[in-house]
């Protein structure tokens, strides 16, 4: 079995910072591009960022400047250094990866974690 665990949502002013987190767990042999979508509600899943095993980042250009995506291979661990946090960015946060389990490669998705902003 295969677990993406994300966390480091919450509640946050506009304009201020917030680190997620996807950790992936289980009998994993490889990791290859890990990423992180959002949803808002009512509105489709979109791709905000991905980063590849060794490979360039990528991000969607509504949070190219303010977003950073990395990650630590060790922890097989993935990160979303979110600042200057706007309205339109608060959704329920996916994190991606595409792992192989025993022999095979398949894509798993974590639970999802809610960036908010004032009511």
């Known amino acids: 079995q295969v677990q993406l665990v994300e966390s480091g949502g919450g509640l946050v002013q506009p304009g201020g910072s917030l680190r997620l987190s996807c950790s992936a767990s289980g009998s994993i042999i490889s990791i290859n591009t890990m990423g992180w979508y959002r949803q808002a509600p009512g509105k489709q899943r979109e791709l905000v960022a991905t980063?590849?095993?060794?490979?360039?980042?990528n991000s969607v250009d509504s949070v190219k400047g303010r977003f950073t995506i990395s990650r630590d291979n060790a922890k097989n661990t993935v990160y979303l250094q979110m600042n200057s946090l706007k309205p339109e960015d608060e959704a329920a946060y996916y994190c991606r990866a595409r792992i192989r389990h025993v022999a095979i490669w398949s894509d798993y998705w974590g639970q999802g974690t809610p960036v908010t902003g004032p009511s």
């Open positions: 980063i590849p095993s060794g490979g360039t980042p």
